[in-house]
């Protein structure tokens, strides 16, 4: 057994779940400054749309007994949907209120939302097998992959090129860019905002709805709380990305990924139970050095 | 005589007046009615209200939204129990606590103000490094304090006892004193607010560009207000301990941050009305509604809503709330007497007028 790419594909599976969910937050923060904490209950909202409605312990499937090649669309749409529905049923009110108010309303939205998950399914975490398959092993330059590792990295990869793609080569994206970079001169010049953040709402919760995919296949559990914790490391990811960075964001989640694999490996016994304090640490010191990100742009220095 | 400035600044005062009317009233009405768990409600309102008002010391005046102060509050509950735990108890569950804490038997007035200090020390070095960065850089840095506060207390077994409770806290912290401790933080905060370093710190909130150019070194009254924002979140955790008896790391983590961020916003994130205000009201609409999913009778016919109602109408209500009135209940202003406008009056015609 090979210890370092051992390292390599845990850190770049980690990476890839933390860089999509960062996506999904940095995508709605450039277009609207919105700080957007229901993110973590659109991901627990999409894993529980695949099983019946109920409160037993053991997950009947609904959604997840369609085969993948149908599954994995009528998913993706289900989370834009919902982030969609949010965006008009509140954010949209909320177009001209400053930034707090708007963070503290999707946290209000995401309690919502989880509070209703826990009315209808219960608090107990649920135990739930998506393609099982999907974690045998297989053997890739001297370390044992499990193969839904090699598909998360590979599913980031897409992802992110198919992204990139959109906002490079069409007229949304192009439009999302601008808007990234300064909405209200794009306004002026003619963006739809409205367009613009539907699209973004809508891209944000497809990108939850693969998040959630990947973490029920690989944890095989259900919980209301499972989006809590990757929303937070994904917030993280977007700051010192850089705000509003797309690329940065990626690049981060990446990083964050790595960093606590690496962390985890490294670390003497006693002290690993500590790791998360120090990866925050190393969050801390990084913005200390780039208050505005590790990977930002130009014109996301304040001007005077 | 009186100028409308000195005026104002006189009237400026009356706040904490009637803000601390206002908590004493509400704690008379509950003990008017007797009911105990009425009183414990009142008295766990009583300890947000200190929080939050910690809270609004720094968010209030610098308009920097923190994510940190929970780590604060856990730093002052623990703090508190290795000070006034027994030392046969610190010895079975606490068993790695240094000798001299651990045979530590404090009286509990000096023990909460050793915690506070405890957390204002914290607030000062943690300060010191994440007050450099501002906007959400500096939001982000809190909350990886905060998160660092967390992994710290729920695995050092032995100081802290990790996830399993710390019990067995002396519960002393009724309705009274956590009255008195929320009074106390209500002066300070409207105190801190209307002195220079309060004036210049909500200048630089206003317009950081134009407070530096104006003189005023925003990171110095910034560290200041974080300071003494330390000292009361870390005396409200300790009175949160010593009202439950039971510590728990998780108890300081996301679910108090944000639901003390939302009372904030609520009410006004702009003044120390808001602050009270928006705890008050929440507070009081979480039990009423808490009550409600239980069943009460009327006219012989009991009502009750379905289980997690609560927490699904509060959240609504919540957004409802920031979409009719995104700047808070308040709206930023002050509860203040009205102006005396006939002393101007009459100053202005016979200038021999007493005042």
């Given amino acids: 057994m090979n210890a370092v790419p051992q390292l390599f594909f845990d850190a770049a599976s980690l990476g890839g779940i933390y860089a999509m969910a960062a996506l999904g937050i940095a995508l709605i923060f450039g277009v609207m400054n919105l700080v957007n904490f229901a993110h973590g209950e659109y991901i627990a909202f999409c894993v529980f749309a695949l099983i019946v409605p109920s409160s037993d312990a053991v997950a009947v499937m609904f959604l997840g007994k369609a085969p993948a090649i149908l599954l994995i669309p009528v998913l993706l749409a289900f989370g834009a949907l919902i982030a969609v529905a949010s965006e008009y049923v509140v954010f949209r009110q909320l177009r001209n209120a400053n930034p707090v108010a708007m963070m503290i309303s999707s946290f209000a939205l995401g309690f919502v939302i989880q509070n209703a998950l826990l009315a209808v399914y219960g608090s107990r975490p649920k135990a739930i097998s998506l393609w099982p398959d999907l974690n045998t092993p297989v053997s890739v330059v001297g370390a044992s992959v499990p193969l839904l590792q090699l598909i998360v990295i590979i599913t980031t990869l897409l992802v992110v090129s198919v992204l990139a793609l959109l906002l490079k080569k069409t007229r949304v994206g192009l439009e999302m860019r601008a808007a990234a970079e300064n909405f209200t001169m794009a306004r002026l010049l003619g963006v739809r905002a409205n367009v613009v953040i539907t699209g973004a709402f809508a891209l944000s919760g497809a990108m939850a709805a693969a998040v959630a995919m990947i973490m029920v296949t690989q944890t095989g559990v259900a919980d209301v709380r499972m989006g809590g914790q990757i929303m937070l490391v994904a917030f993280i990811a977007t700051v010192i990305g850089g705000l509003g960075s797309l690329p940065g964001a990626v690049a981060a989640g990446f990083l964050i990924g790595a960093v606590s694999v690496v962390l985890q490996a490294a670390l003497p016994l006693e002290a690993r139970p500590f790791r998360d304090a120090f990866l925050y640490t190393l969050v801390i010191v990084s913005l200390l050095l780039r208050p505005q990100g590790l990977f930002a742009s130009a014109s996301a220095k304040p001007r005077v | ?355």
Avoid at chain 2, 101 to 121: N, R
Avoid at chain 2, 131 to 155: E, H, M, Q
Avoid at chain 2, 181 to 207: K, P, Q
């Fill in chain 2, 1 to 355: 005589m009186m100028d409308t400035h000195r005026q104002n600044r006189l009237r400026a005062l009356t706040t904490p007046v009637i803000l601390i009317a206002i908590l004493l009233a509400f704690v008379l009405i509950i003990t008017a009615t007797g009911d105990k768990s009425l009183a414990r409600m009142a008295a766990q309102t009583l300890i947000r209200v200190t929080f939050v008002v910690g809270l609004w010391i720094f968010v209030g005046n610098s308009g920097v939204v923190s994510f940190g102060h929970a780590g604060f509050m856990a730093i002052g509950a623990y703090c508190s129990a290795w000070l006034t735990l027994r030392p046969q108890m610190k010895g079975m569950f606490l068993p790695d606590l240094p000798p001299w804490l651990a045979s530590a038997e404090w009286p509990h007035l000096p023990a909460t103000v050793v915690s506070g200090l405890l957390a204002a020390l914290v607030a000062l070095i943690v300060g010191a490094a994440i007050l450099r960065l501002s906007g959400i850089a500096a939001s982000i840095a809190t909350f990886a304090f905060l998160a660092i506060v967390n992994t710290v207390y729920s695995n050092w077994e032995g100081v802290t006892g990790a996830t399993s409770s710390v019990v067995g806290l002396d519960r002393y912290a009724d309705e009274w004193v956590t009255l008195i401790w929320a009074c106390v933080a209500v002066a300070a905060a409207a105190i801190y607010a209307n002195s220079a370093s309060g004036l210049a710190l909500r200048a630089t909130r206003e317009d950081e560009v134009a407070a530096a150019a104006s003189g005023v070194n925003m990171y110095r009254h910034r560290l200041l207000s974080l300071v003494l924002s330390g000292f009361f979140t870390g005396v409200s955790g300790v009175l949160l301990g010593h009202s439950l008896g039971v510590l728990n790391p998780n108890s300081f983590y996301l679910g108090i941050t944000f639901i003390t961020l939302a009372m904030l916003v609520v009410g006004g994130i702009g003044s120390l009305s808001g602050a009270v205000i928006g705890v008050l009201v929440l507070s009081v609409l979480i039990e009423g509604l808490v009550r409600f999913e239980r069943g009460i009778d009327i006219g012989g016919a009991s009502f009750a809503l379905p289980s997690g109602a609560q927490e699904i109408l509060i959240g609504i209500i919540m957004i409802l709330v920031l979409i009719i009135r995104p700047t808070g209940l308040t709206g930023g202003r002050e509860l203040r007497l009205p102006a005396f406008r006939w002393r101007v009056r009459h100053s202005k015609q016979e200038p021999q007028s007493t005042n």
